[in-house]
């Protein structure tokens, strides 16, 4: 049974940090690409950030110099470092785990919210 545990998030002033880690099982972690997806509201989800196993593969404009993403194959985490924390980041962070559009898996969701 594939599981995604997504954990770290919570409520930051602006210029703040987090970590957001995500908790892998159930498939070979070595074969999927990682990622980490926002969703605010009212908009759709969008990539974060996605890394395979070799290293970072995107990570969009909007957070480019900010956040951080990296993979640990040994134990089976992907990790997204949030640093200088925006309003605008605020968001459901979802992490994703993805070989093929039949082998494509969600967690749960944390919530970020950056808000003095």
């Known amino acids: 049974q594939v599981q995604l545990v997504e954990s770290g998030g919570g409520l930051v002033q602006p210029g703040g940090s987090l970590r957001l880690s995500c908790a892998a099982s159930?498939?070979?972690?070595?074969?999927?690409?990682m990622g980490w997806y926002c969703q605010a509201p009212g908009k759709q989800r969008e990539a974060v950030a996605v890394?395979?196993?070799?290293?970072?593969?995107y990570v969009a404009d909007s957070v480019k110099g900010r956040f951080t993403i990296s993979r640990d194959n040994a134990k089976n985490t992907v990790d997204l470092q949030m640093n200088s924390l925006k309003p605008e980041d605020t968001a459901v962070y979802y992490c994703?785990?993805?070989?093929?559009?039949?082998?494509?898996?969600w967690g749960q969701g944390t919530q970020v919210t950056v808000s003095s």
């Open positions: 994703n785990a993805r070989r093929d559009s039949s082998n494509n898996y």
């Open positions: 159930g498939f070979t972690f070595s074969n999927y690409v």
């Open positions: 890394i395979s196993y070799g290293g970072s593969l």
